[in-house]
């Protein structure tokens, strides 16, 4: 069975730190990775998607997550926080035919 | 344009009421997909719909009726929910269904208040 751990459900970074949100999968085959961020009442906008090949994957809004195989991550960084970035962060895996998300993580950036 | 559009925004209606929401897109998508969202929670699948067809139903309770008339529109009939029902209801849609690897758009979604 697959499934997607976000360590941390909250973070708090100061604007200008580095973002980091990590995310592991259990898969038993290579799966499908996405980053998607949520902002307060709204729909989920899709930050970025791993499939197959590089394993560094460029976003928008500057963020960008490394597939790591060995050990099942797929965490989210970005270098530089801005105060737009406070928002809800769900990390999802898909094999089949629905998302399955994380429990999602909130990030906070402090000026 | 990967845009997924619903209406209305928010909604409040009562138990006793019949209401029904709104989805649709244009980008030509084949899947489409209803989601349950609880405050500070993930997205929870309800209904996946593949080529105008249910493929999915995750065990909804009756009161929440799902439609597809055409390969752009969705629509969610609800009819005698209960309070608990409150949510931010999700539509979404892919190019394929997720097997393929296919990246699922999301709407703003609809706030229901059911009081």
């Known amino acids: 069975a697959q499934s997607v751990t976000q360590l941390g459900s909250h973070v708090s970074v100061s604007e200008g730190a580095l973002v980091l949100l990590r995310c592991n999968y259990s898969s038993s085959v290579p799966p499908y990775l996405f980053w998607y961020v949520q902002y307060p009442n709204q729909g989920l906008q899709l930050l970025l998607k791993y499939t197959t090949g590089a394993t560094l994957v460029k976003g928008i809004n500057g963020f960008e997550a490394e597939f790591k195989k060995s050990e099942t991550s797929f965490h989210l960084t970005k270098p530089s926080a801005h105060m737009s970035d406070a928002a809800e962060y769900f990390c999802?895996?898909?094999?089949?035919?629905?998302?399955?998300f994380g429990k999602g993580t909130t990030l906070s950036v402090s000026s | 344009d990967t845009e997924v559009t619903q209406t209305p925004k928010h909604l409040v209606m009562g138990m006793t009421n019949k209401k029904s929401l709104k989805c649709e897109q244009h980008m030509g998508h084949r899947a489409m997909y209803w989601y349950k969202q609880k405050a500070k929670k993930p997205p929870e699948l309800m209904f996946v719909?593949?080529?105008?067809?249910?493929?999915i139903n995750e065990s909804v309770p009756s009161r929440f009726s799902p439609e597809c008339p055409n390969s752009s529109l969705l629509n969610l009939h609800l009819h005698a929910l209960q309070p608990e029902d409150s949510a931010l209801y999700l539509c979404?849609?892919?190019?394929?269904?997720?097997?393929?690897?296919?990246?699922?758009?999301f709407g703003p979604g609809t706030r229901l208040t059911v009081l």
């Open positions: 979404a849609s892919s190019q394929e269904t997720l097997g393929s690897g296919s990246t699922q758009y």
């Open positions: 999802a895996v898909s094999l089949g035919t629905a998302l399955i």
């Open positions: 719909y593949s080529y105008e067809k249910l493929s």
